[in-house]
Nanobody, 115 residues
Framework: QVQLVESGGGLVQPGGSLTLSCAAR????????ARWFRQTPGKQRDLVAT??????DYADSIKGRFAIVRDDVINTLYLQMNNLKTDDTAVYFC??????????WGKGILVTVSP
């Protein structure tokens, strides 16, 4: 059974930094595509960052400010967020897809950027 558990969210001031973590069980991040999404109320869930093999990809809105990092030793995915803006306020979801094309999701974690 695949489980993804996010942690590290919370309240931060604009310009601040926060790092989200996603611990995986039942699947190995290094063998699949690992992703971070985010969602605000009433809007669709948007892809923020992807890590697959040795490559990463980012949404334009966060490029240069966020970094997706994998620790393959402890099978944990991170999203390092710097220079946070109020528009970054959202629920952030860790996600991955296995070789059969099945998506797995964490429960999500709230990040609030506010003065």
């Amino acid at each position: 059974q695949v489980q993804l558990v996010e942690s590290g969210g919370g309240l931060v001031q604009p310009g601040g930094s926060l790092t989200l973590s996603c611990a995986a069980r039942g699947i190995t991040f290094s063998a699949v595509s690992a992703r971070w999404f985010r969602q605000t109320p009433g809007k669709q869930r948007d892809l923020v960052a992807t890590s697959r093999g040795g490559t990463t990809d980012y949404a334009d809105s966060i490029k240069g400010r966020f970094a997706i990092v994998r620790d393959d030793v402890i099978n944990t995915l991170y999203l390092q967020m710097n220079n946070l803006k109020t528009d970054d306020t959202a629920v952030y979801f860790c996600s991955t897809m296995d070789d059969a094309g099945v998506d797995y999701w964490g429960k999500g974690i709230l990040v609030t950027v506010s003065p």
